[in-house]
């Protein structure tokens, strides 16, 4: 048991890291095309067209959906700790053997159900037709459907070491 829940640690770590890093690389994309909006808006006097629509539609839900895992796993998630201060010994490890139950099968089905989407809309080839051309967001449909799965994981892992009796192992805040 021991060495599998190193492998699945690993796994949870990487994929948290993988979307993480994917959703920095998103909000930087997104602040370059708003950066050339504005350039292109103070010389030509007009927003480029498909520009407000790639930042809502595509870096947006990436920049949302992708770190998700990675504040699982950092412990940075919202939570309501007011009972869970209180609590102790059998009664704080049955809180969080719960808590995390609900996380996974929330993300889990969140998961599922946005894959149906994603499938979908790549299948279709889900676009915004503009004057000009169609501009492709299918691809913000994927962003949830990975952001969802590696918090689905890396909550997965949680549940097993709370089950196990095990501490939590959160990655550094960096990661």
Known sequence: MPRLMRI??????????ATGALGELAVLAMF???A?????????????E????AVARIYMVMAVFLPLAGLQATGRQIEVAVLAERLGGRALYLQRLAAALVTVAVAGLFTWLSFDVAWVATLRGERVVL???SLPVWPGR??????????ALVALVQLIRTAA???????PHGA
Do not use: Q, S
């Not at 050339?36 to 480029?48: A, N, S």
């Not at 498909?50 to 629509?53: D, H, L, Q, R, S």
């Open 142 to 151: 994927w962003a949830v459907v990975a952001g969802f799965g590696a918090l």
């Open 50 to 53: 498909g520009m407000p629509e």
């Open 8 to 17: 699945l640690d690993r796994v949870a770590a990487l994929a948290a890291a």
């Open 36 to 48: 050339l909006d504005l350039i292109i808006r103070l010389i030509g006097g007009g927003t480029p």
């Open 32 to 34: 370059a095309h708003m």
């Open 165 to 171: 009796g095990r501490p939590p192992v959160e990655a």
């Open 131 to 133: 004057t000009g051309f």
